[in-house]
């Protein structure tokens, strides 16, 4: 190996510096997305051995690519460290040293990991030891091969130290291909003919279009001027015909091989050593890529050269320096490498620019190729993340133009009209990439026929439709076809959860989610969405342990953190009150800007009778949403119930602002009007508010009479409790109260007095006079806010489906769960409480 100088590593380091230094500012494009933005086994949270277990983007080996699947350049780090170490196998006597070998079935290990043609490096080694390390040349190989196999001499010395290394070799890279297998569960990847159309083709094109692949190859790595992310589809139209001009160009490059193999396979020289080096690192490691033995998910793909391309420019300065040797081309040779290298670094250094984003990089492909409906595809997706959908929509239709059966281009054409609201024409969109799908065989397995991403068609159509609360049944008929092609298919189970869940088949829909958990147990979504069906199914002790479930998995689960809490709260159970607080205090470091949960804070600190933690989480909630209804009410209520009412009214002011229907609020400012500020106009003024919007409230009725009778005007207050009683014949307080006020007017009467006096009442009674006289004091409190919302989506389509708080009371100003012994316990409290009060009244009221 020759030994590199220090101004040589400068001047390497310089140049790769000066190409690639503008690169740094690109972001993440194309399969960085799902490789790791999207990867969960990158997450902290992720257990280390998940990398042992899935691919490079995180998926599962046994299921979606590991061609692909591992990072080339990280690969050929260990490929040339492996080599590289091999080559110290051999001591200057010629004899074995073992300790190299055995690093170098570990670094063989390594590269295979990060990519699976990291494994070629062991053919590679082969080449070496046997026309590098030993010396032999093919006449030689063959010949002595032949005197061995004569029984004309034993085997030499040189050939058994060659078979020992050898075997080593190859036992250690069958262990590995083992280990690769049991890994897959011996499934080979699946493959559409989208990915690579010449796989599914008949011979002879399948033959002819692979071998024509190989001059592709070739010529990228000697011209590199049109570069492409993707070379999937249309890209390279097959070679149907022998016909074919481009077999030519197959022939050309056969011929070029065979050439340099020859020469290099007959000569024991260092140029020929050199040369058969240099093609072992270009055919060898190119072999799993090359489609001739088994077909892969792509056409083209420049990664896979990164090994070759060490190859080929080994052969390239091997020309270089034959050619700089001879006088008369020495000139001209330095001018032509040192053009080939300006031109190579200005075009890496532009197509940086092109991997800025990912419309960038894929409008930069179009200029290559428009015949690849994925480009179209791609720069569609470039544009619906910018949420300019008309655009995208063109391309998408255009990627249906190139591939009219491209399922994937029609839903991503149904999807963008969806996004626009357009609703009929994404569906005839999603009924086209359907009609392209398999027609369903009853007991006929899908897996190695339908792309896993296709069957997202059958998901998207029934989401679309369910939105027709009359086409429900056809929604979940779609997911079950979807079920039945994959049934593995996991995201079938959790939206068929969500529509069974809306339909209110509670029992199925537990099902499902079950099924999905099957699946994957370690999805906190999915345990989140099951507690829901729980508190549906009033559950809701299975609820909390699924909602912790969740939890473990993700201690940050935002939507698991509210509702869990919010179902602790709920309980009446005083013992988990510090655990629900503790998430809710969980939740808004999640989420500080949702008011709901400093809102629910302040309910578990009223709760606790802690005021000044619940006036402070209240103001809070109020703070970040203005006029939030709840919120105001309850304050203001806390205030009252702190014998603090005049505080209460601005609350109250703000609430009735926003809310002038709030019955409860008017209720509240009437009795505190009434009771406190002595303005017997403005509790009327309530009251009769009220009764405009709800002529059949009877509390409202009842307390606009006991202002008639603050006033003195008895006629008016008979008459009005006459009203009541019709309206609420059952309620015995406003019969009481009724007859006590007939008897005051027959007394009154009977002494001469008169029935109406315009004065107010003075001081006379005013201890106790409250216009809440109805018995229902209890329903004053409103409850809790309602849950954040339904059911979780899959990583890569959830958070867009929860709702925001339901921020108004409950029908009867009640919790919204079933209640609590405690809070029976303290309805039956605030009932004395009331009865006192009507007591106090019916004295006033009998009084003079």
Request: charged share 20%; glycine share 6%; hydrophobic share 45%.
């Amino acid at each position: 190996m020759a030994v590199v100088s220090w101004k040589e590593i400068l001047l390497l380091t310089g140049l790769v510096v000066g190409c690639y230094w503008n690169s740094v500012s690109c972001g993440f494009v194309f399969d960085d997305v799902s490789a790791i933005l999207d990867n969960k086994d990158l997450r902290p949270s992720t257990p280390l051995r998940n990398l042992f277990r899935n691919d490079f983007w995180g998926t599962p080996m046994s299921e979606v690519t590991g061609v692909v699947g591992r990072a080339e350049l990280l690969s050929s780090i260990f490929l040339l460290a492996a080599f590289l170490a091999y080559t110290k196998s051999t001591s200057a006597d010629h004899s074995i040293v073992w300790a190299p070998i055995a690093l170098t079935v570990v670094l063989v290990a390594a590269a295979t990991l990060c990519k699976e043609q990291g494994v070629t490096v062991i053919g590679i080694c082969c080449v070496h030891e046997v026309f590098v390390a030993q010396g032999f040349t093919l006449p030689v190989l063959l010949n002595t091969l032949r005197q061995v196999l004569q029984g004309k001499d034993g085997f030499p010395y040189a050939v058994l130290q060659t078979l020992l290394k050898l075997i080593v070799l190859i036992i250690s890279t069958l262990l590995l291909v083992i280990v690769r297998v049991q890994v897959i569960q011996s499934q080979l990847p699946v493959f559409t003919r989208f990915d690579n159309p010449a796989a599914v083709s008949p011979t002879p094109t399948r033959q002819l279009t692979f071998n024509y692949l190989l001059p592709v190859n070739a010529w990228l790595l000697l011209n590199p001027s049109e570069l492409c992310c993707d070379w999937t589809m249309g890209t390279i139209p097959l070679v149907e015909s022998p016909l074919d001009l481009r077999n030519l160009a197959t022939l050309v490059f056969y011929a070029s091989l065979g050439l340099l193999a020859f020469h290099s396979l007959r000569y024991r020289h260092s140029s020929a050593r050199t040369v058969i080096m240099a093609l072992s690192l270009i055919v060898l490691p190119f072999i799993p890529a090359s489609n001739l033995f088994f077909p892969v998910g792509f056409v083209v793909a420049e990664r896979v050269l990164y090994v070759p391309s060490m190859g080929f420019c080994v052969l390239v300065a091997h020309g270089f320096r034959i050619i700089s040797q001879k006088g008369h081309l020495k000139k001209i040779s330095w001018l032509v490498i040192g053009v080939l290298l300006a031109t190579h670094a200005v075009k890496t250094f532009r197509r940086n620019w092109d991997w800025e984003s990912e419309y960038t990089l894929f409008t930069s492909a179009l200029k290559v190729n428009k015949n690849n409906a994925k480009l179209w595809n791609n720069v569609g997706h470039a544009l619906e993340n910018q949420n300019d959908y008309l655009k995208a929509l063109q391309y998408f239709l255009q990627a249906t133009r190139v591939q009219p059966d491209d399922i994937g281009a029609h839903m991503n054409v149904g999807r963008t009209y969806k996004n626009l609201n357009k609703s009929r024409e994404a569906e005839d969109a999603y009924l086209v990439a359907k009609s392209l799908m398999p027609q369903i065989i009853p007991g006929k397995k899908y897996a190695t026929r339908v792309a896993p991403n296709h069957l997202n068609v059958y998901i998207n159509l029934a989401n679309l439709i369910r939105a027709n609360e009359s086409r429900l049944e056809e929604a979940d008929q779609l997911y079950r076809q979807a079920i039945s092609m994959r049934p593995d298919f996991k995201q079938a189970y959790i939206s068929r959860g969500e529509l069974l869940l809306k339909m209110n088949k509670l029992s199925e829909a537990r099902d499902a989610y079950l099924r999905a958990l099957e699946l994957d147990r370690t999805n906190a979504d999915l345990w989140y969405n099951l507690a829901i069906v729980n508190i549906e199914m009033k559950d809701p002790p299975e609820a909390l342990k699924n909602f912790n479930h969740a939890l473990e998995l993700n201690p940050r689960h935002k939507l698991a953190l509210f509702n869990s809490a919010l179902l602790m709260q709920e309980s009446g159970e005083q013992k988990f009150w510090p655990e629900a607080n503790r998430r809710f205090l969980a939740y808004v470091e999640e989420e500080p800007e949702d008011a709901n949960g400093y809102f629910n804070l302040g309910m578990l600190a009223m709760d606790a009778d802690e005021n000044a933690a619940a006036e402070r989480w209240m103001r809070k909630a109020i703070g970040l949403q203005a006029g939030f209804r709840s919120a105001l009410f309850n304050l203001a209520l806390l205030y009252s119930q702190s014998k603090r009412e005049v505080d209460a009214l601005p609350a109250l002011d703000e609430l009735l602002r926003h809310h002038p229907e709030h019955i409860k609020g008017l209720i509240l400012k009437g009795d505190i009007l009434m009771n406190h500020k002595k303005d017997t106009r403005g509790a009327k003024s309530c009251f009769e508010r009220i009764l405009i919007m709800d002529p059949a409230n009877v509390q409202g009725k009842h307390n606009l009479c006991v202002v008639y009778f603050e006033e003195r005007d008895l006629p008016r207050a008979a008459a009005c409790l006459e009203e009541t009683l019709a309206m609420a014949p059952h309620e015995e307080y406003v019969r009481r109260h009724l007859s006590i006020v007939r008897n005051k007017m027959a007394a009154m009467s009977a002494a001469g007095q008169p029935l109406t006096s315009p004065e107010r009442v003075g001081e006379e009674g005013e201890e106790g006079r409250g216009a809440d006289a109805s018995g229902h004091e209890e329903n004053e409190r409103k409850s809790s806010a309602e849950s954040l919302g339904g059911v979780a989506a899959d990583q890569s389509e959830a958070a867009d489906q929860s709702e925001a708080a339901d921020q108004s009371e409950s029908p009867d100003g009640g919790r919204a769960t079933g209640k609590s012994t405690e809070e029976i316990k303290d309805i039956e409290k605030k009932r004395a409480a009331a009865l006192k009060r009507l007591e106090e009244i019916e004295r006033i009221l009998s009084g003079d």
